[in-house]
């Protein structure tokens, strides 16, 4: 089993910008994958970012950057920009497969962090 802790959300303005964390425990070992997810009012969970948790460079989108340290064992979301349609819940996931990339392909879920932008 794996245990995902997500900290870092919070009410942000426009522009501004917030970094997610999540901290991973138990058998970590066995991941091959971590992600983040997002879930507004009434929409369904959507892909966010992923990174290989055993190795690779961070993944650097346009607003996005996703990060990890093996040897804290926890993962991060850079978010710059925000804009008021980022408004979420966001999620840190786990897979067990290299590459996953949709919610079924992930093993483990933290109980989500909640991200205002609002001003």
């Known amino acids: 089993q794996v245990q995902l802790v997500e900290s870092g959300g919070g009410l942000v303005q426009p522009g501004g910008s917030l970094k997610l964390s999540c901290a991973a425990s138990?058998?970590?070992?066995?991941?091959?994958?971590m992600g983040w997810f997002r879930q507004a009012p009434g929409k369904e969970r959507e892909f966010v970012a992923r990174?290989?948790?055993?190795g690779g460079a961070d993944s650097v989108g346009a607003r996005f950057t996703i990060s990890r340290d093996r040897a804290k064992n926890t993962m991060s979301l850079q978010m710059n920009s925000l804009k008021p349609e980022d408004t979420a819940i966001y999620y840190c996931?786990?897979?067990?497969?290299?590459?996953?990339?949709?919610?079924?392909?992930?093993?483990?879920w933290g109980q989500g962090t909640q991200v205002t932008v609002s001003s």
């Open positions: 996931a786990a897979s067990l497969e290299i590459g996953a990339a949709n919610t079924r392909d992930y093993d483990y």
């Open positions: 990174i290989s948790w055993r």
């Open positions: 138990g058998r970590t070992g066995s991941i091959y994958t």
